[in-house]
């Protein structure tokens, strides 16, 4: 009975945590909200919206998610085929990657800036889009792993016995077998790069422009989340609220899409 | 500016809200734990798996956001008074409540995880001994799989340590040494986050703010490998 209560607790918490953001965000979600950067006085209440900081988060965690990606496949491919007989080693491998995944994101942040300020660079897009991949890459890796680690030792000999390279089992058969596992891996660290705060607090800085190139500060949908609800005027703190919605949003949505595209692409998938 | 740095406020209200938090979750995380796998139909298990990676994958700052709608009126309208006191509801219960959140769909899904690679068998002998299902969970599951839950907390609790928007929004920032759960604290996190704008404009303040980064990096870490240790020892 008690267990049965736990489970509902938590089954009723996420509805009352998007059900309570909801009903306060809706009401003010707007056209303009969407569509236009912050005017003069903004903050004060006056017109405007959050389209920089909408377009900031989607090119900081599509570029992000993209670096990531790009260094983490080969790695998670080479950890299961290229090492598959050094257990020991790929079992120390996969211990490192699970201590840097539990690595709280705003150390990646501290991190990120001691660099920055190493090099010399400013707040940037460039700075946190190489923070945020160095934070979501142990998560891509140990997500695209445990999806390669469970196709069947079958599928690698018979690759094997006909003669074509690691690489080609890599991107050719592995790929292609374990193709929605990746691209939830994928989805996955990109809803992680798009609702995170504290790496970029340090990294990315904040503007009202939209960003246009790699070296100029981005606003982000978590730091516009974050500062107007900082505020003591209860309009901004509304547009807080309505920010929220939209970041709900777009994470389900990111959630569903990479259920519908793993459930469309499991047919191509060599069954045992 | 004396260049003298403590970390003694932060550390413990770092601990009241991780403990907190790990006292609200861990009791619930079992026994849901427990539910699902060993009573519930798989319907139910089908019902749940996305209703725990949608609360996984939801942005700290939400978590924030609901905080600031939900519970602290919460606590200042309702909990706060039931206990006598008038409270602001930024305070280190809020924290703790919003983190425990936050930190159950990680500790369900090791906690799940574990409990499915408990062999069938040793239940069915425990059941066919005449057991009653809540013994056999008792002496056999739970017994199994001890060394696990306990890394499953210990990982709950490093993630809950590390995690900053969130608690940094409701828990109050008011640097003093917390003395009840309805009071304000500041955690670790919250310090570096609050901070930063102004880590380069005092002498020795970067240093000390990056020793507080690396506190935390390093407790973090040492609470992870242990508890990851004894995951891989469990499962040999």
């Given at each position: ?46 017109s405007?919206?959050?389209?920089n900081?909408?377009?900031?988060s ?12 790009l ?29 840097l995944?539990?690595v709280p ?7 990120g ?5 190493f ?36 599928l ?22 374990c ?7 994928w989805?996955?660290?990109?809803g ?43 309009e ?29 692409y499991?047919k ?5 | ?6 970390y003694?406020?932060?550390i ?8 907190i ?55 200042a ?40 690679t408990?062999?069938k ?12 299902r ?10 199994k799989?001890?060394a ?5 907390f ?6 809950a ?12 920032n008011v ?16 310090l ?12 020795m ?5 990056m ?7 390093v ?18």
């Amino acid at each position: 009975m008690l267990m049965f209560l736990s489970t509902t607790f938590i089954g009723t918490a996420l509805f009352v945590i998007l059900f309570s953001i909801l009903r306060t965000g809706l009401p003010h979600l707007s056209w303009e909200m969407l569509s236009e950067i912050p005017h003069g006085g903004y903050y004060f209440g006056k017109s405007g919206g959050i389209f920089n900081a909408i377009v900031g988060s989607v090119y900081l965690s599509l570029g992000s998610s993209l670096i990531a990606f790009l260094v983490g496949l080969p790695i998670a491919m080479f950890i299961n085929i290229h090492l598959i007989r050094h257990t020991k080693f790929v079992a120390v491998i996969r211990f490192l990657l699970d201590l840097l995944w539990g690595v709280p994101s705003i150390v990646y942040g501290a991190f990120g800036f001691t660099i920055m300020v190493f090099f010399g660079m400013r707040t940037s897009l460039m700075a946190g889009i190489i923070t945020v991949s160095l934070f979501i890459l142990p998560i891509i890796v140990r997500a695209m792993d445990e999806v390669l680690r469970n196709v069947p030792k079958g599928l690698l000999e018979s690759a094997k016995s006909l003669g074509s390279t690691n690489s080609e089992i890599a991107y050719v058969v592995y790929f292609k077998q374990c193709l929605p596992g990746i691209i939830t891996a994928w989805l996955l660290a990109f809803g992680r790069a798009i609702g995170d705060a504290a790496s970029i607090l340090f990294t990315t800085g904040y503007t009202d422009y939209v960003p246009h190139a790699l070296n100029e500060p981005a606003a982000t949908l978590p730091l516009a989340i974050f500062f107007q609800l900082s505020s003591p005027i209860p309009e901004v703190r509304e547009r807080a609220y309505a920010a929220s919605a939209i970041l709900i949003f777009i994470v389900l949505t990111v959630s569903v899409v990479s259920r519908i595209l793993s459930c469309k692409y499991n047919k191509n998938k060599i069954n045992f | 500016m004396a260049g003298k740095f403590g970390y003694l406020t932060f550390i413990v209200s770092s601990v009241w809200v991780t403990m907190i938090a790990l006292l609200i979750a861990g009791p619930v995380c079992l026994l849901t734990a427990i539910h699902l796998t060993q009573y519930a139909k798989s319907w139910v298990l089908k019902i749940m798996a996305p209703v725990i990676d949608i609360l996984a994958g939801l942005p700290s700052v939400i978590f924030g956001v609901w905080g600031i709608l939900f519970v602290i009126p919460l606590l200042a309208n309702h909990i706060g008074p039931f206990f006598g006191k008038s409270v602001s509801g930024y305070s280190i219960l809020a924290g703790a409540i919003v983190l425990s959140i936050m930190i159950i769909p990680f500790i369900l899904n090791i906690l799940i995880e574990i409990f499915q690679t408990v062999p069938k068998e040793l239940s069915e002998a425990s059941l066919a001994l005449g057991a009653t299902r809540w013994q056999t969970i008792k002496f056999v599951l739970l017994k199994k799989s001890s060394a696990g839950i306990v890394s499953a907390f210990g990982l709950g609790m490093s993630r809950a340590f590390g995690e900053t928007i969130a608690v940094l929004m409701v828990v109050g920032n008011v640097v003093h040494l917390p003395s009840g759960v309805f009071q304000p604290g500041y955690p670790l996190p919250s310090l570096i986050a609050n901070n930063y704008g102004e880590m380069l404009s005092i002498p020795m303040y970067d240093s000390a703010l990056m020793f507080s980064a690396l506190l935390l990096f390093v407790i973090v870490l040492i609470f992870n490998a242990i508890s990851r240790l004894i995951i891989l020892r469990s499962s040999h």
